[in-house]
């Protein structure tokens, strides 16, 4: 079965000081890999999407991904950040035909000013 | 213009109630999901319907039912309802089994059972 494990709970950065989210996941074969964003209260804003190709990906606001195959990794960067991008932040992988998501147990960003 | 819509957002009920939770989707995609999100964040998928078919199904209670009318909408229907059902259930929609993986996420309903 597939897992993914974000090993971080919790990262506390400066605006304006660059971000890295780290995702590792398991899974046999070629994955599909997301990253979501929640904000409080909120639902889930895709930010961006693995599927083939370019192992860097550009996503919404600014972010970028890196899939790294050797690694399982799949890891969410941002140069700097904004005091709006606070929010918890989820990495899932897509299963199968049925494209069954499994997520990650969250990373939540706080940005200090 | 919604992209995915849920109803209610807060839902406040009394255990042993039984409560249902709408979903509707307007972006023609043919697969539909629910997710529950726990009180620690966790998010675990519990149903997929596609085309109105239901292709996932965890490990759920049996109290949890699934409808389909259409495959614009999808419904789930809470019987008994227990403390441990307290959780933010969110629905999903993408384009299935011919079109790609990406999801698109309702803004979620939190049940609270008292």
């Known amino acids: 079965a597939q897992s993914v494990t974000q090993p971080d709970i919790h990262i506390t950065v400066s605006e304006g000081a660059s971000l890295e989210l780290r995702c590792n996941y398991s899974y046999g074969a070629t994955p599909y890999l997301f990253w979501y964003v929640q904000s409080p209260g909120q639902g889930l804003q895709l930010l961006l999407k693995y599927f083939s190709g370019d192992t860097l990906v550009q996503g919404i606001k600014g972010f970028e991904a890196e899939f790294k195959r050797s690694q399982s990794s799949f890891n969410l960067r941002k140069p700097s950040v904004h005091w709006s991008d606070a929010a918890e932040y989820f990495c899932?992988?897509?299963?199968?035909?049925?494209?069954?998501?499994?997520f990650g147990k969250g990373t939540l960003l706080t940005v200090n000013p | 213009d919604t992209a995915v819509s849920q109803t209610p957002k807060y839902l406040v009920t009394q255990m042993g109630n039984d409560k249902s939770i709408k979903c509707e989707q307007n972006l023609g995609h043919d697969t539909m999901y629910w997710y529950k999100q726990d009180s620690k964040k966790f998010l675990k998928i519990m149903f997929s319907?596609?085309?109105?078919?239901?292709?996932i199904n965890e490990t759920v209670p049996n109290r949890f039912s699934p409808k389909s009318p259409d495959k614009a909408h999808l419904n789930l229907h809470i019987n008994s309802l227990e403390l441990g059902d307290s959780a933010v259930y969110f629905c999903?929609?993408?384009?299935?089994?011919?079109?790609?993986?990406?999801?698109?996420f309702g803004p979620g309903t939190r049940l609270t059972v008292l």
């Open positions: 899932a992988v897509g299963e199968g035909s049925n494209y069954k998501l499994t």
């Open positions: 999903a929609s993408s384009l299935g089994l011919a079109g790609g993986p990406e999801q698109f």
């Open positions: 319907y596609n085309n109105k078919e239901l292709i």
